[in-house]
């Protein structure tokens, strides 16, 4: 490994996250001088690649952050609550892909494509976005810049991988079990995930919604810096493993067209256009998975209110609503000399 590089560790490396984490910072380049694979005992004795060179899985505990300079977390709410800290007091700046600290007033939430400057105002802990939120404020961030957004009403389908390995491996023993003509086992998801869908994300709240779909609402008015805006979301698992798909309707504050949005959005850092419908021309999540960008198409009017507008987004969850993102906030802190 490069020696003028910086001391990183990446905390829940042999998770689904984590594991693309590792891969990413290998792919863009990133100044790495060493990597400390950290993860929870049980996966003491792995080793997993960076580089080329196979690197041994360590244990965290509260001193494995000595003379680390960055901290990619992604070992669940409980680690990142009792460990960011600690690292964050031993001077590693941590950039968390867990719910612990989102919402914590003093912890910045960054979409790069939409807020990179609150990057820079932290006190040792950024929080990375929840991946719903992240795909939508990017594909929204133009329209908002140009019209203003009042209220959005988004339905979510999203892939097994956000929930972790374990889930991934649940859809395919299900679908394999009942191609076999075996009962389906559910042991992660409240109900079957193979040859299903359901929409429930996480635990449902008194309000009646779930908590997926409330960080939906508190996350994008946060990055966005704008209380006012209203969110109503609903967040439905379906049986596919990369990739997470939304159907948006946002009423603007001033009216925007098909066109201009689309020519908005062509022009936007990190979205690509998917919308001649004449060639069956609209991302799915197949098109989305593996790469970096957020996919929009099906961009229309909705003439059921006033200055309603319609789209579809996709983009890959554990890239562009995690690992990725995450990068990407290491990048800007690297660029303005933060690291
Ligand atoms: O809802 P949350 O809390 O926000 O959780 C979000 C993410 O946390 C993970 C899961 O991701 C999910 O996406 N997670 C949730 N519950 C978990 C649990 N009971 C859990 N992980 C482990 N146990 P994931 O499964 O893709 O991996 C997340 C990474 O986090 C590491 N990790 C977990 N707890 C940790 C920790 N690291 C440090 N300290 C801790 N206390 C985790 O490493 C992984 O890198 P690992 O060594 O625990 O898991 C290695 C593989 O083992 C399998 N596995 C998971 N749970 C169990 C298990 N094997 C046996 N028994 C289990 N209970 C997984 O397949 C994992 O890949
Ligand atoms: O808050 O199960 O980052 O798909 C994102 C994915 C919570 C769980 C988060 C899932 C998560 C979720």
């Given at each position: 490994m490069g020696k003028n590089?910086?001391?990183?560790?990446?905390?829940?490396a042999t998770g689904a996250v984590g594991n693309l984490m590792i891969k990413v910072l290998e792919e863009r380049a990133f100044p790495v001088g060493s990597l400390k694979l950290?993860?929870?005992?049980?996966?003491?004795?792995k080793t997993l690649p960076f580089r080329g060179v196979q690197l041994p899985v360590e244990e965290l505990v509260e001193d494995s952050f000595k003379d680390v300079q960055l901290a990619l977390f992604s070992a669940g709410g409980s680690t990142s609550r009792k460990f960011a800290p600690v690292a964050a007091r031993a001077g590693t700046v941590v950039i968390d892909n867990s719910n612990a600290w989102r919402m914590d007033a003093k912890v910045p939430l960054v979409v790069p494509e939409v807020n990179p400057e609150a990057a820079l105002i932290h006190s040792g802990i950024i929080a990375n976005p929840n991946c719903s939120t992240i795909q939508m404020v990017v594909a929204l961030k133009p329209i908002y810049d140009a019209a203003g957004i009042r209220r959005i009403v988004v339905t979510t389908f999203q892939a097994v991988s956000g929930t972790g390995k374990r889930a991934i491996e649940e859809?395919?023993?299900?679908?394999?079990?009942?191609?076999?003509?075996?009962q389906a086992v559910s042991q992660i998801y409240p109900r079957q995930i193979a040859f299903n869908c359901f929409p429930q994300?996480?635990?449902?709240?008194?309000?009646?919604?779930?908590?997926?779909?409330?960080?939906?609402?508190?996350e994008t008015r946060k990055i966005f810096g704008d209380p006012r805006i209203r969110v109503c979301a609903t967040t439905v698992r379906i049986p596919v493993i990369y990739g997470h798909s939304e159907s948006v309707n946002i009423e603007t504050e001033k009216p925007i067209s098909a066109e201009?949005?689309?020519?908005?959005l062509q022009a936007a850092p990190g979205v690509r256009v998917i919308d001649d419908l004449s060639k069956g021309g609209y991302p799915v999540p197949l098109d989305a998975a593996g790469q970096d960008e957020t996919l929009v198409g099906r961009i229309r009017i909705d003439p059921s209110v006033e200055n309603g507008l319609?789209?579809?987004?996709?983009?890959?969850?554990?890239?562009?609503?995690?690992?990725?993102?995450?990068?990407?906030?290491?990048?800007?802190?690297?660029?303005?000399?933060r690291l």
């Open positions: 590089g910086l001391k990183v560790a990446v905390v829940g950290l993860a929870s005992a049980r996966s003491v004795g859809l395919q023993n299900q679908v394999c079990d009942l191609m076999n003509g075996r994300i996480g635990p449902f709240l008194d309000n009646g919604f779930s908590e997926e779909e409330m960080k939906m609402v508190h201009e949005a689309r020519r908005l319609a789209m579809w987004v996709v983009a890959d969850n554990i890239r562009k609503g995690a690992a990725t993102n995450a990068v990407q906030i290491a990048e800007i802190l690297l660029e303005k000399g």
